[in-house]
């Protein structure tokens, strides 16, 4: 007989099922563990949807990403974006994420535990055109041993603009549909060399 359990995790329900065997009628992609989840966030919005549950769960080596809509007849799955974002095995490596003062979210990933090269990323999340999009790209980083080794490139995907260590530029990559986004994209002018 089918027993699902329901975790509740800060305001959003997860439905622990039990493994299934092959041919079974119900399918399953993934469980959550509930000690995975680095963070959840609720974002109003105006227009098509009244607002979003984010969702970032910690996998082996990154985190996946999950956007719920709920536009006035409960929630339903809109995004899942596998490893969207680094993570570390210890403190000072594990991402996490926050909603900024003009509604829109932002996920961290870092290093700033191990190694001489320390970096942090931020990717910026928006609503566009029925879309979630990342619409913003920074990426920080610093040498613990060379003071001199450091900078930042920080790029607006939205309109193409980007400024790398003080210089503009244009970006060639283009606006990137949240589930398309892996921890290994990033605008090429971004690249560590």
Known sequence: MFNPQSVLVGCLFFTLVPALTPGSALAQDAMIPPKAVAGVATVPVDGDINRYRAVLVETQEGADFY????A???????VHARDIVWRGGMYGQEPWMEVSE????????ENSAIGRNRWEQVLTIAYRG??????GYTYSHYDTLDPDASGQCDVNLLTGKGIQDGKTFR???KTVAVADWT??????ECALE
């Not at 956007?67 to 709920?70: L, R």
């Not at 029925?130 to 619409?135: D, E, S, Y």
């Open 171 to 173: 970006t060639a990559l």
């Open 130 to 135: 029925g879309v979630f999009v990342i619409a």
């Open 102 to 109: 003009h509604g829109s979210l932002k996920i961290y990933s």
């Open 183 to 188: 921890m290994d994209t990033r605008p090429p």
């Open 67 to 70: 956007i719920y809509t709920d």
């Open 72 to 78: 006035g007849s409960g929630w339903e799955q809109a």
